[in-house]
């Protein structure tokens, strides 16, 4: 009804426009034609004039112009008998008659020499002419000003009609827009209020409401019903979930229950590194002390001895998990020791370490198991040796340290999977390696080790913990440990 209302009210406009401007505008238009030919017969009639008394060429252009200027002015005359009439186009008929025999007069005496005998007599005719001719543009003039007048006096009534008209449309539109207003106010905001207060309900988790009733049968009461069954689907879905975050926090808990027995597990097995000394090692050590206590004095024998006796004590008897990197940096250089004493100088070892080592707090059991890979894994098979750098430095509040050799390293292949195997929980990586990554991870929350190697380059351990001091933390830096 809205739509028919407002094609009626286009529809009126258009007429209402067409009807007021369209037709007043072709009764000014004719007037104004007949206004052109009155005025360009009068320009004509002066310019022919002050030629044939004194001609010159620039009255004759001006002459020229003029004429061209009445023939468009005659000849754009309305000359259609049914819009303009009986009396206009007889009048019209006229003119264009009239000036077309003038035009031939007028070319003629332009062109004849003033000394021809009846000379003066056909300007008179000329002149005779131009007025008959301005007499019926005037004539025709009266003619359409009378018509229009006319015209206008018929469209007045209709024209004063049209406000009431207009009212009264507006009226009807009026009450219909009312009425198509009550009718969606019935069958879509009332659904959508209904919607809107079951959304505020589910929005507080109240998803068993009572399902929302309109008599719709059209999309919005298609759209009903499917918020009716969502809704119910969506319960059953938050409960579904509910029931299984109660099991994710049972599971939680036995987790928590496996993360702890695991931690005690890995306290077991660094207990059982610590009574772990490696056969071999401990073999060539002792074949190297004596070889050397038959071949030297007493002395180096003695410092040799010392070291191993140090390496005995800080494995068996050291209970910490951490220590201060004075401790590990002892054991570690003991360690070296014996190793240069065994192979001489194949191997040789650089420390480079910018933080103060009696303050700085590492986990125990670090530098000795990565220094022994280095050298079992990456020199010792190397035939010219090479070389340990252990470099220890702070930043961003992180203890970093770093433990390269310049040995055999390993492909990318081998590397990646020695990664591999260190993020799984039972990787074969070794008893040293592994758990010292497992430890660093356990220890520090954001704590980490990250190997690097490359084949006939070498290979370097990174290990990254966050920063600790005695001071804070209270770990005795007793040489040796406990």
């Known amino acids: 009804m809205v739509c028919v209302a407002i094609l009626l009210s286009v529809v009126f406009n258009v007429w209402v426009v067409r009807f007021s401007l369209t037709d007043f505008n072709g ?3 004719d007037n104004a034609k007949c206004s052109e030919l009155i005025q360009a017969l009068e320009q004509e009639s002066t310019l022919f004039e002050s030629y044939m008394r004194n001609p010159d060429t620039e009255k004759k252009e001006a002459l020229e112009r003029s004429m061209k200027r009445t023939k468009h002015a005659v000849y754009d005359l309305p000359f259609q008998y049914r819009r303009i009439g009986e009396l206009r186009y007889a009048k019209t008929w006229s003119i264009r008659s009239s000036y077309e025999v003038y035009c031939t007069k007028r070319d003629a005496i332009l062109s004849m020499e003033d000394n021809v005998t009846d000379y003066v007599s056909r ?3 000329v002149y005779d002419m131009q007025d008959y001719l301005k007499n019926y543009a005037g004539t025709l003039m009266n003619y359409t000003i009378e018509e229009g ?5 018929k469209k007045v009534p209709t024209l004063i009609s049209v406000p009431l008209v207009v009212i009264f449309a507006g009226i009807l539109l009026l009450f219909g827009i009312a009425e198509m207003a009550a009718l969606m106010k019935e069958t879509i905001m009332a659904p959508i ?3 809107v207060h079951a959304s505020q309900k589910i929005a507080a988790n109240d998803f068993f409401i009572r399902d929302v009733e309109v008599d719709n049968k059209d999309e919005l009461g298609e759209l009903v019903r499917a918020f009716n069954k969502m809704k119910y689907a969506t319960g059953e879905y938050i409960q579904a979930l509910e029931e299984k975050r109660k099991t994710l926090d ?8 496996k993360l702890e027995t695991e931690k005690r597990l890995e306290m077991t097995k ?5 009574s772990q000394i490696n056969p071999h090692f401990l073999f060539n050590t002792l074949n190297v002390i004596g070889g050397m206590a038959s071949l030297e004095e007493a002395e180096t024998t003695e410092k040799m001895i010392r070291a191993l006796s140090a390496l005995f004590r800080y494995n068996l008897k050291n209970q910490d998990t951490e220590v201060c990197l004075s401790q590990e940096l002892k ?6 020791y014996l190793q240069q004493m065994r192979f001489g100088d194949r191997i040789t070892y650089r420390k480079d370490c910018s933080v103060d080592a009696d303050k700085v707090i590492v986990p125990a059991f670090t530098f000795q198991p990565l220094v022994e890979n280095a050298i079992i894994h990456g020199l010792s098979k190397k035939e010219e040796g090479g070389t340990v750098r252990v470099h220890i430095w702070q930043k961003d509040g992180f203890t970093l340290i770093t433990i390269g050799d310049n040995g055999l390293g390993m492909d990318e292949a081998a590397l990646m999977h020695l990664r591999g195997e260190l993020e799984k929980e039972d990787g074969k990586t070794g008893i040293g390696l592994g758990n010292i ?13 990250e190997i690097y190697s490359k084949k006939d380059v070498g290979t370097v351990v990174k290990i990254q913990i966050r920063h600790k001091e005695v001071g804070e933390h209270d770990v005795p830096c007793v040489g040796g440990g406990r």
Do not use: T
């Open 270 to 274: 660094l207990e059982l590194l610590k």
């Open 437 to 449: 990554f497992r430890r660093i991870r356990a220890m520090y929350q954001d704590g980490n080790v």
């Open 250 to 257: 049972l599971l939680h808990e036995e987790e928590l229950e």
């Open 193 to 195: 209020f209904k919607l």
């Open 149 to 153: 007048d006319v015209s206008y006096q």
């Open 123 to 125: 300007l008179y005719e």
């Open 331 to 336: 054991i570690m250089e003991d360690y070296m």
């Open 27 to 29: 009764i000014l238009q």
